[in-house]
């Protein structure tokens, strides 16, 4: 068992959030260059294997949070934002009507923000530089974040996943397992 964002997820739960949204991740790699590996460990991380609050309520699986150009749908939960006086306030996050649009935006978040640029100049299965870049980025505010990424990555070994097949290619008799 690990405890991801808080809540404590065991291994089976989140095998099965890795069976149900690896080859998503794998699409979404090959149409954007997001490492799946990342992708998984992120959506595993900031989710917790797809029980948080966050995901159960909005389909957001990667806590990103409305920004001022957001026009869709939109979740309130208390997060890390403060008002003046330094309480904790309710955070403004994306939502969506299915959890494979929270992937999606997840990736076009990453490839089409000239913040996250200097990622895509990175090899697709060099997930250190990748984690380490997220946190550089300022994608996340927790210190450990990088570290959090990695650990889940090779606990889980989702590495694997970053040279797959694009799974759009496959028939049923050749489909690996």
Sequence with gaps: MITICSFKVTDAVTHSYIDTYRDLAIIEMYRTGVPASITLAQA?????????????????????????YWRGRS?????DDRNNRGELIESCFRAYDFVE??????????????????????KRNDHIGWANG????????DKRYTQKLIRI????????YDSWEDP????????AN
């Design 134 to 141: 997220l946190k550089e980025c300022g994608y996340a505010t």
């Design 153 to 160: 990555i090779e606990k889980y070994n989702l590495a694997v």
């Design 101 to 122: 649009d929270s992937f999606i935006d997840h990736s076009n978040f990453l490839k089409y923000s000239a913040h996250y640029q200097k990622l895509f100049q990175l």
């Design 75 to 79: 979740y309130y939960h208390v997060d």
């Design 44 to 68: 595993i991380h900031e989710s917790a294997s797809g029980t948080s609050n966050l995901a159960s309520n909005s389909n957001n699986h990667f806590g990103i949070k409305c920004k001022s």
């Design 168 to 175: 759009r290619n496959w028939n049923v008799s050749s489909r």
